[in-house]
C-alpha cells in the first residue's frame, strides 16, 4: 500500500479533467460519429404568433442528401406527446401541450415546424429553404401585465388565461411570522420599489446536441445534458418506451448553468426520427438557435415593499411578482420563482412576510433554471431595496445591514420564510470583506468627489447575501409538488490493485468533481489521490441518480460518497481482524490502514482488496468484495453566505461604468479544493455582472429575438472584467458530514445587487434612485438626464 503524506480535502490541486478539455482532446456529443448516422436540421418558424395554413415539403424531399422530412403530422399523428414540465406548483396550474414540432400554430418565434434528416449537417441545413410553409398571424403576447388583463389577446385560446399559476407564501398562514399588512400599517417608515429582472440566455459555450442510435437490443442517447438520468426517465414516460431499454450518457458537457436541463422537444423529435428510420440520428443545434430556443431565464417584474421603524429595524416585506414562463412550461420552470420566495427574506430578521407570484404565458422561448434559479432575483431585489431603505432613514446601508442580520449566536435560526439556518457568522465575512475593499477610505473619496463636481463619481455596493443550496429534502421538495426527490447514489469499487472507482449520479458539466470526489474519497479510504477514478455521466455505468443542478453536487452526492466509503470501510474491517488476528474492537482505521490499538501490527484498506479478490481466507459468511453503495437525502438544505462590495466609477457625460473595485468574502463551509471554488466564485462573479452591466435578450414588437447572436448578444470577456479580490470565512454546515455549503451559484448569486447599488450609489446625489439593468452607458446617461425609465 502507498503511503498517502497529508490530507486531501482542503488542498488546492490542479484538475484532473483540465488536460482533456483545456486542449479539447475529449469527447462532446458533435463529436461522436456512428456507422451510417444521419444529421437532422430543425425549420423554425419566423413568426412569433400565428396558424399554419401550409406546409409544403415536397421540394425540400427532393434536395440532395434529404433522406426524410417529416412534420408533426408525421412525427405524433394524434398529437399526444409533449415535452414535459416536474413541477406544477399548485393544483390548478395551467400548462399547454408543447409539442415535438408545431401542429396547426406556433408560440413563439423559433418554433419548430419541421425537420429535415439528411446525410450531411450541410444538406440538411440547405433543404430548409426548401420547405414553404405560409401563415396567417395572430396578435403577439409579449408584456406580461397586459396579458393577465381582461380580454387580452391569449397565447393559448384552449386555456382561457394568460396566467400559469398564481402562489402565495403567508408568513401568518404559515405560522412563521405575523401578517405583514398590519405590520406595514403600522411601520414608521414604507418603502415600495418596482425592480425589473431583464431576460437572460445562459449563453453556454456548447451548443446542445443530441445522438441517439436505435440499433441493437437498447437504444443509446447521447446528450449534451445536465440530467442523463431524469433525460431517459423523462423520455420513457413521454414516449411510452421501456426505461430499461434505454441508455443515456452525458460525455464532456461544455457549461450548462441551468441552460442544459431540459427535456425538450428536440430531444424527443431525435428519438422519433431515430425510430422511424431504424438509423443513428445526430442533431446539433447552431448559435442563433441556441440563443432562440433553449431556454431563458429571469424575466421578472418585482413590486417590493419593506416596512421598518425610525431606528432601522425592518419588521415587514411584502413581494408582488409577475414571472414571464415564455409560451410553454419548462421542466422546472414555473418553480423557479417559488425558490426565491424562501429567500427574499434573505439574512435579515423580519416579523412579517408575504410573497405572491403570477406566473404568465407570453409568445416567447420559455424560461426555465439558470445559474441561482429564483435566488439571484430574490437577492437583487432585497438587497436593492435595503439600499432604498438606508437612503429613506439616512443611515449607512451597511450600518442597516448590521443592526437587521442574524447574529453569529443566534445559530441556528428559523426565519420568517420558514427554513432553518443552521450556522453563519455575516460579522465575520463582512468585516474581512471591508478590511480588504478599504470601505471607509473610498466613502471619504466618494464624498470629496462629489463636493468637486468630479465629473466621473465613485459608487459604492453592498451585497450581504445568503442562499439555499443542496436541493434537497425529497419530503421539503414533495409538499412543494416538485416532480423528483432530492437525494443523490453514490458508488464505490475497490479493484484487485487497489486502486478506486466512484460512481456518482451526479453529472459534471465543468465544476470539477473528478478532482474534489477523488479528494474525499482519498481521504476517507486513505488511499492516493492518483489511485482515484470517478465515473459520471451514463446511465448504464450510474444507474441511480437525481444530477446536476442547485448547488447539490458536493452536498448531497458528496455526502452519499462519503457515506459509500463509510461502508467500504465497514466492510473491511472484519476481514482485517481476521487477518491481523484480532477482534474488531481493537482495530482502528487511520490513513487507509486498521492498525491493532497498541501495537504496530497493521494492514492496509489495499492490501485488504487484494485478499478479497483472491478471496483465499476470509472469514466464513463474508461476501468477497469490498464494494459498496449509498443513497443520502438531506435533511435541511445548506445555506452559505457572504459579503460583496463593488467600487464603481460612472463618467457622467458618457454614461460608462467600469468596475474599479470588487471584493468577495463568501462562506462555503468547508472548502474540498480552494482552487476549484475560487474557480466557481470568479465565473459566477462573471455572470452576476453580466446581467448587471451587459446582458439582456431583446425582442421586437413583433416577437422576434433582435440580439440571438454572440456579436450583439453581450457576454463579457476577461476584457470587460476587473480583477476581482476573493477571500473565504468558514463556518462549517452541519447539515452534512463534509460541513460544505455550495459554491457554484454564489458569486451570480451576490453580485449583481452589488453592482447595481453601486452605480446607484454613484449617481444618488443626482437624484437617481433606479437605473434599469443592464446598466449600459445609454441607460445610465438616460437615468441621469431623464430620471428613471
Excluded at 269 to 292: D, H, N, Y
Aim: glycine fraction near 10%; charge should be negative.
Amino acid at each position: 500500500m502507498t503511503a498517502v503524506a497529508e490530507p486531501e480535502v482542503g488542498k488546492a490541486r490542479l484538475r484532473k479533467e483540465d488536460a482533456r478539455l483545456i486542449t479539447g482532446r475529449t469527447r462532446w456529443t458533435d463529436n461522436i460519429v456512428l456507422p451510417g448516422m444521419l444529421h437532422l436540421a430543425v425549420k423554425r418558424s419566423p413568426m412569433a404568433h400565428a396558424k399554419i395554413t401550409r406546409i409544403d415539403v415536397a421540394e425540400a424531399r427532393s434536395m440532395p442528401g434529404v433522406v426524410a422530412v417529416y412534420t408533426a403530422a408525421d412525427l405524433d399523428p394524434e398529437g399526444t406527446i409533449s415535452a414535459p414540465y416536474a413541477w406544477p406548483i399548485t393544483p390548478d396550474m395551467k400548462a399547454p401541450r408543447r409539442p415535438v414540432l408545431a401542429a396547426g400554430k406556433v408560440n413563439f418565434a423559433g418554433e419548430g415546424v419541421a425537420v429535415v434528416v439528411a446525410r450531411s449537417v450541410a444538406e440538411a441545413q440547405d433543404a430548409l429553404d426548401a420547405i414553404d410553409v405560409d401563415y396567417s398571424a395572430l396578435p403577439v403576447v409579449l408584456d406580461m401585465e397586459a396579458a393577465l388583463t381582461d380580454g387580452y389577446a391569449l397565447v393559448h385560446d384552449e386555456l382561457g388565461t394568460n396566467r400559469n399559476a398564481l402562489w402565495v407564501f403567508d408568513s401568518a398562514e404559515a405560522g412563521s411570522g405575523g401578517n405583514v399588512d398590519d405590520a406595514i400599517r403600522d411601520a414608521e417608515v414604507t418603502v415600495t420599489r418596482r425592480f425589473r429582472q431583464q431576460r437572460l440566455a445562459p449563453a453556454f459555450m456548447e451548443p446542445r446536441s443530441t445522438v441517439v442510435d436505435p440499433t441493437g437490443n437498447q437504444m443509446t442517447i447521447w446528450a449534451a445534458t445536465q440530467i442523463p438520468h431524469i433525460l431517459k426517465t423523462m423520455t420513457a414516460l413521454t414516449l411510452g418506451l421501456p426505461e430499461h431499454k434505454l441508455r443515456v450518457i452525458a460525455p464532456d458537457v461544455g457549461g450548462g448553468f441551468g441552460g442544459k436541463i431540459g427535456v425538450l422537444p428536440e430531444d424527443l423529435m431525435s428519438v422519433l426520427v431515430a425510430q422511424k428510420l431504424g438509423r443513428p440520428v445526430k442533431w446539433t443545434e447552431t448559435r442563433s438557435e441556441c440563443m432562440m430556443t433553449a431556454h431563458h431565464a429571469r424575466d421578472q417584474i418585482q413590486d417590493v415593499t419593506i416596512a421598518a421603524n425610525r431606528d432601522g429595524t425592518v419588521t415587514g416585506l411584502k413581494v408582488d411578482l409577475i414571472a414571464d414562463m415564455g409560451a410553454y412550461c419548462g421542466l422546472v420552470g414555473p418553480g423557479v420563482p417559488i425558490l426565491g420566495a424562501f429567500m427574499f427574506n434573505a439574512i435579515y430578521k423580519f416579523t412579517a412576510y408575504r410573497f405572491a407570484c403570477t406566473n404568465v404565458f407570453t409568445n416567447k422561448t420559455l424560461t426555465d433554471a439558470y445559474r441561482g434559479a429564483g435566488r439571484p432575483e430574490a437577492t437583487f431585489a432585497i438587497e436593492r431595496i435595503m439600499d432604498e431603505l438606508a437612503v429613506e432613514l439616512d443611515m449607512d446601508p451597511m450600518a442597516l445591514r448590521e443592526k437587521n442580520w442574524i447574529k453569529h449566536e443566534e445559530f441556528p435560526f428559523t426565519t420568517v420564510a420558514g427554513l432553518t439556518y443552521d450556522t453563519g457568522n455575516y460579522e465575520a465575512a463582512t468585516a474581512r470583506a471591508k478590511e480588504l475593499f478599504d470601505y471607509d477610505g473610498l466613502r471619504r473619496e466618494q464624498a470629496e468627489r462629489r463636493a468637486s463636481g468630479d465629473p466621473v463619481q465613485l459608487g459604492i455596493g453592498i451585497s450581504t447575501y445568503t442562499e439555499m443550496c443542496g436541493l434537497a429534502p425529497s419530503r421539503v421538495l414533495g409538499s412543494l409538488s416538485y416532480g423528483a426527490g432530492g437525494w443523490e447514489h453514490a458508488a464505490i469499487r475497490m479493484l484487485p490493485t487497489g486502486k478506486v472507482e466512484v460512481v456518482t449520479g451526479s453529472s459534471a458539466h465543468g465544476q470539477g468533481h473528478e478532482t474534489a470526489w477523488s479528494q474525499i474519497v482519498a481521504d476517507q479510504l486513505g488511499v492516493p489521490f492518483e489511485d482515484v477514478e470517478v465515473l459520471h455521466g451514463d446511465t448504464q455505468t450510474s444507474p441511480r441518480g437525481l444530477d446536476t443542478y442547485g448547488s447539490r453536487s458536493l452536498t448531497v452526492g458528496g455526502t452519499a460518497i462519503v457515506k459509500a466509503a463509510e461502508r467500504v470501510v465497514a466492510k473491511a474491517k472484519p476481514i482485517a481482524a481476521h487477518m491481523l488476528e484480532c477482534a474488531e474492537d481493537d482495530l482502528e482505521f487511520t490513513g487507509g490502514r486498521f492498525t491493532v490499538r497498541g501495537t504496530d501490527q497493521a494492514v492496509g484498506i489495499q492490501d485488504i482488496a487484494l485478499a478479497v479478490f483472491t478471496a483465499h481466507d476470509l472469514p466464513d459468511g463474508i461476501e468477497p468484495h469490498l464494494d459498496s453503495e449509498a443513497v443520502y437525502d438531506p435533511e435541511n438544505f445548506s445555506f452559505p453566505h457572504g459579503t460583496h462590495l463593488c467600487a464603481t466609477e460612472v463618467d457622467t457625460e458618457t454614461g460608462k461604468v467600469r468596475i474599479r473595485s470588487y471584493v468577495c468574502v463568501d462562506d462555503v463551509g468547508k472548502a474540498i479544493n480552494p482552487l476549484i471554488v475560487e474557480g466557481q466564485v470568479h465565473g459566477g462573479l462573471v455572470q452576476g455582472i453580466a446581467q448587471a452591466l451587459y446582458e439582456e435578450a431583446v425582442h421586437d414588437e413583433s416577437g422576434t429575438l433582435t440580439n440571438g447572436t454572440f456579436a450583439d448578444y453581450h457576454v463579457p470577456t476577461a476584457a470587460d472584467m476587473p480583477t476581482f479580490t476573493v477571500d473565504r470565512t468558514e463556518t462549517p454546515s452541519t447539515t452534512n458530514p463534509l460541513g460544505a455549503k455550495g459554491v457554484g451559484e454564489a458569486g451570480t448569486i451576490a453580485s449583481t445587487p452589488a453592482v447595481v447599488n453601486a452605480v446607484v450609489d454613484a449617481l444618488r446625489h443626482m437624484g437617481v434612485r433606479e437605473v434599469e439593468m443592464p446598466c449600459t452607458p445609454m441607460r445610465v446617461w438616460q437615468a441621469i438626464h431623464g430620471g428613471t425609465r
